[in-house]
């Protein structure tokens, strides 16, 4: 695939990240209980991904692959994105104590999203060239953010709803995230995309 448009609705909707691929569960369901705290999670994936995909694409192209050093991708991207993380994290404390402590909660819970790993594997398995990388990053931290702070809206209105106590918290929850999984499903297909 190398139309930019389609990458970035493919990412956006089709092969929704969490939905999808199932990938970054858990800060969709610890961080998804108010609208506000899902938006700031939201907005620091995108930044973190969207990083996280510059950077790890340049060293596999230009130290792993030509020093043959493919079997390090693992360990060198998870290295990567904690030290990236933390170099925000210092980086925001530092220079902008106000975005540090809008966003400060969330920076240390992206180092274990599993979505960020994944992406950096996915733009490399799929042969993007940087601009397209960037595009599908961009793509799929949009995505991620559109679930979450979507789910975050359900849930709050679920908390005022007569439910029966048994299926209150997290079972009601799961049965919410079903039903969007059931929803994105239908945008399959969508421009050809699978």
Not at 39 to 48: C, D, L, R
Not at 102 to 109: Q, T, V
Not at 155 to 179: C, H, K, M, T, V
């Amino acid at each position: 695939m190398k139309n930019p448009a389609l990458i970035f609705l493919s990412a956006f909707l089709v092969n929704n990240i969490v939905l999808m691929r199932f990938l970054g569960l858990c800060p969709f369901f610890g961080v998804s209980t108010a609208v506000e705290t899902a938006t700031g999670m939201g907005m620091a994936v995108i930044f973190v991904m969207t990083l996280a995909a510059w950077i790890t694409w340049f060293i596999f192209h230009a130290v792993l692959l030509p020093l043959n050093l493919v079997f390090l991708r693992t360990a060198t991207f998870i290295l990567t994105i904690a030290s990236l993380v933390q170099l925000v994290e210092m980086f925001l404390k530092k220079y902008y104590r106000t975005l540090y402590s809008a966003m400060g909660i969330y920076l240390p819970l992206i180092t274990t999203n599993c979505a960020i790993l994944g992406i950096t594997f996915l733009n490399i398995d799929n042969k993007f060239n940087f601009l397209n990388g960037t595009i599908f990053a961009i793509g799929t931290g949009l995505g991620f953010s559109l679930v979450i702070i979507t789910f975050a809206a359900i849930r709050e209105r679920l908390d005022l709803a007569p439910i029966n106590p048994s299926l209150r918290g997290y079972p009601i929850s799961f049965i919410a995230a079903a039903l969007m999984a059931l929803a994105f499903l239908g945008f399959s297909g969508l421009f050809g995309l699978t």
